[in-house]
């Protein structure tokens, strides 16, 4: 057992049951907590991000329920560069003093048809870099889709 | 549910602190509500909550990692495909 233990006290870690990686050991401070729920999803607070390859693609793991894991990608690290609005307000509320410390991620719905493969550029989900403080916003721009089908990447743009 | 009738620029308080007055009723049927509330307090039309409510559970559902390689093919030269490391 002490052989595990090779973070200082000051870095307590915790288990986390991943769907995709099993059992993994994290520092405590490394988890996500969501100030504003995810729609849907009101009652699980605790998040772990990571990756299973390297990209704009990350997964976040329910801690309180394993079951549940989403696949994030981050739209600007993929090169989509959308026309998204984040107030002042909602960078506050996860901690961050600007946009340049929030990672802005959005819900990829995957299917095994990749012309099914979609994210939601409307309700994006923010998280503060320094805080580990996140949640899902609701974009008042109608014009950005809750549906944006990855396939429509590959026509030209309108 | 609780109904409470309401003419043109009456108002409701809800919990002391949320306020929702009656704009305008057009003929339509339509009617313009104005809300003031607290800044956390979330506010959404119900259809617009339900669509992203439904999105994020669809999102949820166990998906497998063969769905989130197939990425590489839509996103093109954006994403390493599963293929590049190892």
């Known amino acids: 057992m002490s052989a595990m233990c090779a973070a200082p006290a000051t870095r307590p870690t915790v288990h986390v049951q991943t769907l995709h990686r099993g059992l993994i050991e994290v520092p405590e401070q490394d988890l996500i907590t969501f100030v504003s729920p995810l729609l849907g999803f009101e009652r699980l607070v605790r998040f772990l991000i990571y990756q299973t390859q390297p990209g704009p693609m990350v997964w976040l793991q329910s801690v309180e329920d394993p079951a549940v894991a989403f696949c994030l990608l981050d739209p600007f690290a993929a090169g989509l560069d959308p026309d998204m609005e984040i107030s002042a307000a909602d960078i ?25 493969i979609r994210i939601n550029l409307r309700a994006p989900i923010l998280v503060g870099r320094l805080t580990q403080r996140a ?13 944006f089908h990855l396939r429509d990447l590959a026509k030209p743009k309108v | 549910m ?77 994403v390493p495909s599963a293929s590049d490391q190892e």
């Open chain 1, 92 to 116: 506050a509320d996860v901690g961050a003093e600007g946009a340049d410390q929030v990672t802005v991620y959005t819900v990829m719905v995957l299917d095994k048809d990749p012309a099914q």
């Open chain 1, 135 to 147: 949640k899902q916003v609701v974009l008042t721009d109608q014009r950005l889709p809750v549906r």
């Open chain 2, 2 to 78: 609780l109904v409470l009738a309401r003419r043109l620029n009456e108002q409701l308080v809800i919990n002391g602190e949320i306020f929702v007055t009656v704009l305008g009723v057009g003929r339509g049927g339509q009617v313009r509500l104005g809300i003031t509330a607290p800044k956390h307090v979330q506010i959404y039309r119900h259809e617009l909550w339900r669509e992203i409510q439904a999105e994020n559970r669809d999102a949820a559902a166990p998906a497998t990692l063969d769905a989130a390689s197939a990425l590489g093919q839509l996103l093109g030269p954006h």
